[in-house]
């Protein structure tokens, strides 16, 4: 690469309900379950990787327990090997990775397979499935003349069919209750197929299709688009990649990595680096577009985003991805490495991948084709991780697991901006490359108290550390090069407990309880600067199930009415305490129709660098007051303040989930959500210093009196610098008449809501295949901010840098014999630039077409070929160049908007996924 720096690379879901399903297929070899001892009991499993299908068929004859799976969900998937001697649900699990697909057990131990989608509420719905039934393998021999059509029937309502399925090992994000879920909020899942299919390399380009998520903030894009000349630029030098749930901030949204906290990246903490996660190491993604601090704490006040690592193959996957942009720039290679091994009691698996991309110049676009020499509009890439884990049962109550992993992105950019006049405009590029490594790992321990406590009660303790180092390799800049700086150290050190369990059953269902404790220790270290923020945080949590009409005591009216309650208390070492409630409702007034809501309070403590007020500095400054005189008061600036209280939010959301029995394959959702989110920590917006004591929206940050000591003290421990140059005569701090607060305080406030939606219908024809039709997004009815209380509240809706009032995502997709073709269109609504003008410029909307072709060939051919997937994707198929934004980074002349669209245009890839 040119001028020195290294050249690093070359080159809705469909919720499958059971309301009248038009046909499953049961794979069983006993009518009746299976006795508690063949449950617990290891059995020889030998399945071989093969179609999903046919796997959970071989399994049942294996195991002799009743497996239901409707086949609009485990047809055209395709299952791993399994062998050894397990238990069976192990062995069941297993079969399932990579489905995205769980199972849920009845009371009589049958099985159904349910979609990550559905783990909530199913069972009422089960006793309309149609199933086609084997009775046992004796049987199945006996029948083999007969075709499998003449084995299908339709369940009655007997009570035995229609008993309570209670689910198994699921913990679904926003809840600490296995087989509860966050009941009244809405979990969007996406297994790791769905991505693959859509042509994603890499997780933030997959957020950043999520109509929920907003771009704006910490991102590689508006890393490289302002050049430094923003907060998101200047706290980003390494170009990483936050999440930006409900556009409130990247700190506002809680990233979790398998339900554990990272450390935080940037130059100030103030996002979590989703780009260090790879790909080929996640089994599924799980968003809460809800409140959450009483479960999980500081940051969910938008919402949490849990990233699920696969842990249970036996076998090999190799993964291989070729992508370009057809404009030029942005090569992209991807290869990921899986193995698995299961045996008595345990498991084990490693993840490797490695992937690579080019920059963007700002040369090969049209729409940047003005600007300078040397601009990347996204920096170069290569990344390198592992991940590992395992587990081992050491008794048949007692399991230790495990996670390891580590991850290095190195990335370069070069970033060319000329000055405006009258400044001289012979400023050279600059150029920067960088390295981040992540690197952690938990261990846990899962004691399952059997039936001493109603017989489902189990404790887990897991500890965990993550560490994250930034390092600048280099940096040119006016003909200097720093070389091998270290920015940033980041820690996190955790420990959780957790149990949870059935305190005693009402005539609805098991009222189920989880109580636990939390301690993190965060560690935050500039070796440049020599400074160190640390801070310890202790909690203690509980949360309460309880279903008051199920099953047993449903009446007309109220089919299923569930409660769910939980509160959390948080103690930090550096501010204070916080304790916040969240209560839901789901009503059920027939089935197929869920009613939910939810009402929470969350909260955002501050960063740690936010408490830190050594590089503030108090200045004398002349203002004019009120009268058209003056007065000389102390100003005080910087980043910093000790006085930070955290940032807190009312959130409430109501909505519902629509799967009508009269016309299976139809879902329809939507929720309403409303977030008040006060004592947002920002500095104060003053455009002029010296008509400080004239606008009103600041006169809360004005002691115009002072006490002398006070003022003495503030200056004693900020310092003194005195603008000679503009206070004639000079004067002394001691003449001082008002004091000006200027650092950082708790004194904005957002207020936001919205609708998201989506609708999608699965339609499954006897010849032609299966067609899934989709369409989802969501609506913001308002987004106003307020900058200090004293402010008018200003609507920041469809404003540049600020979310819109519609994003919307549909599509069609077709599966037919392991052949799937995906259409997918995204909409991005239309809004004004009041930057580059102040009257507002109209910024059109913006619409893209994604095409994608699947084909799995399962167990169609033989040989190497079998259990092979061949994926082409063109992202952007129309080659759609964004709207024209006049450049927001002075004379670069790149003239679009990194926050709402990407500068890519048309992207092919190539993509196999072959298991072994």
């Known amino acids: 690469m040119e001028n020195g720096i290294k050249k690093i690379a070359s080159g809705p879901r469909m919720r499958s309900k059971f309301l009248g399903a038009v046909s499953a297929v049961v794979l069983s070899m006993t009518p009746y379950g299976v006795s508690a001892q063949a449950e617990e009991a290891s059995q020889k499993i030998d399945i071989g990787a093969q179609s999903l299908q046919s796997a959970l068929l071989k399994f049942s004859e294996q195991t002799d327990i009743v497996v239901v799976a409707p086949s609009a969900l485990v047809k055209n998937k395709t299952a791993p090997k399994v062998v050894g001697n397990l238990p069976p649900y192990q062995a069941l699990s297993r079969l399932l990775v990579g489905s995205g697909l769980k199972y849920a057990r009845g009371a009589d131990g049958e099985i159904t397979i349910v979609s990550s989608a559905d783990q909530i509420g199913i069972a009422a719905n089960a006793s309309s499935t149609q199933l086609a039934m084997y009775q046992n393998s004796e049987q199945q021999n006996d029948a083999t003349s007969n075709s499998q059509d003449q084995a299908v029937r339709q369940t009655g309502n007997s009570q035995e069919e229609e008993d309570l399925m209670e689910l198994q090992e699921i913990i679904v994000t926003g809840s600490h209750i296995r087989g509860a879920g966050a009941v009244g909020s809405k979990v969007f899942t996406y297994d790791r197929s769905e991505i693959d299919l859509q042509g994603f390399a890499t997780l933030p380009d997959f957020m950043r299709s999520l109509p929920q998520n907003f771009n704006g903030g910490f991102s590689e894009s508006t890393a490289a688009q302002f050049g430094g000349s923003s907060a998101a630029s200047r706290g ?82 190799t993964r291989m991805r ?87 992105r190195d990335s370069a950019r070069l970033v060319n901006q000329p000055r405006p006049a009258p400044l001289p405009p012979a400023i050279p590029f600059s150029s920067l490359t960088s390295a981040t490594k992540q690197y952690g790992g938990t261990l846990g321990v899962t004691v399952d108290l059997g039936d001493t406590i109603n017989n489902d009660w189990r404790i887990k303790v897991v500890g965990g550390y993550n560490r994250l180092d930034t390092n600048i390799e280099t940096f040119e800049f006016a003909a200097q090069t720093v070389t091998g700086t270290t920015i940033r150290e980041s820690e996190t050190t955790s420990l959780d407990a957790l149990a949870d369990g059935t305190i005693f059953t009402l005539p609805g269902g098991k009222v189920k309880l989880a109580v636990g404790g939390h301690y993190r220790e965060e560690d935050f270290f500039n070796p440049t600067a020599m400074t160190r923020f640390d801070r310890n945080v202790k909690a203690a949590f509980g949360e309460l199930f309880v279903p008051l009409v199920g099953e047993d005591n449903r009446m007309p009216g109220v089919e299923k009415l569930e409660v769910s309650m939980a509160l959390r208390y948080e103690d930090y070492s550096d501010f204070g305490n916080t304790t916040d409630p969240k209560i839901g409702v789901k009503w059920s007034p027939f089935e197929g129709l869920n009613l939910r809501g939810t009402y929470s309070t969350s909260f955002r403590a501050p960063l740690l660098t936010e408490l830190d007020d050594s590089a503030n500095f108090a200045f004398l400054l002349n203002a004019t007051n009120a009268q058209g005189g003056s007065n000389v008061l102390v100003a005080l600036a910087g980043d910093g303040n000790p006085a930070l209280q955290p940032e807190s939010a009312d959130i409430w ?114 010849d032609s295949g299966t067609f899934n039709f989709s369409v989802g997004g969501t609506y913001l009815l308002d987004f106003m901010q307020q900058v200090t209380a004293s402010a008018p509240a200003q609507d920041a809706l469809n404003v540049i840098q600020n979310p819109v009032d519609l994003r919307l995502n549909g599509g069609v997709s077709w599966t037919l014999e392991g052949f799937t073709a995906s259409v997918r269109l995204s909409h991005i609504d239309g809004y004004t630039d009041n930057i580059s003008d102040p009257d507002g410029v109209p910024v059109d909307s913006w619409t893209t077409t994604d095409l994608s072709l699947r084909y799995n060939t399962g167990d169609r051919f033989g040989g190497w070929l079998d259990n092979t997937s061949f994926v082409v994707s063109a992202r952007n198929l129309f080659d759609q160049n964004p709207p024209f934004v006049q450049s927001l980074r002075q004379n670069s002349e790149v003239n679009y908007d990194p926050n709402a669209h990407s500068p890519e245009g048309r992207v092919l890839s190539f993509n196999i996924v072959k298991q072994w």
């Open 236 to 317: 980003n030098l390494v170009m990483g990649s936050g999440v930006n749930l409900r556009g409130l901030g990247n700190t506002s949204t809680l990233v979790l990595l398998d339900g554990q906290r990272l450390s935080p990246a940037g130059s100030d903490g103030s996002f979590v680096d989703i780009s260090m996660i790879p790909l080929a190491a996640i089994e599924s993604i799980e968003v809460l577009a809800d409140g959450a601090s009483a479960t999980y704490g500081s940051d969910a006040v938008g919402g949490v985003v849990n990233y699920k690592v696969r842990k249970d193959y036996d076998g090999a996957e």
């Open 322 to 408: 070729y992508g370009f942009a057809t404009q030029g720039g942005l090569e992209e290679i991807q290869v990921g490495q899986t193995f698995g091994r299961a045996w008595d009691d345990g498991h084990a698996l490693i993840t490797g991948e490695y992937g690579s991309r080019d920059a963007l110049d700002a040369k090969d676009r049209p729409f940047s084709e003005d600007a300078p020499e040397f601009n990347h509009l996204l920096p170069e890439h290569e990344r390198y991780s592992i991940f590992a884990t395992g587990g081992q049962k050491l008794a048949d109550n007692l399991e230790v697991s495990t996670k390891a992993y580590f991850s290095r």
């Open 653 to 766: 959301t109501a909505g519902f989930d629509f799967s009508p029995a009269a016309l299976s394959g139809l879902n329809v959702s939507a929720t309403y959500f409303s977030i008040e989110y006060k004592d947002r920590i920002l500095a104060p917006p003053f455009i002029s210093l010296f008509s400080i004591l004239t606008d009103p929206t600041l006169a809360e940050l004005i002691d115009l009196n002072a006490p002398d000591a006070e003022t003495q003290a503030m200056i004693d421990r900020y310092g003194q610098f005195n603008f000679t140059t503009f206070i004639p005569p000079l004067r002394d701090f001691s003449d001082a008449d008002a004091v000006f607060r200027g650092f950082v305080s708790n004194i904005a406030r957002t207020e936001t809501s919205g609708i998201d939606f989506s609708a999608s219908y699965a339609l499954e024809t006897v």
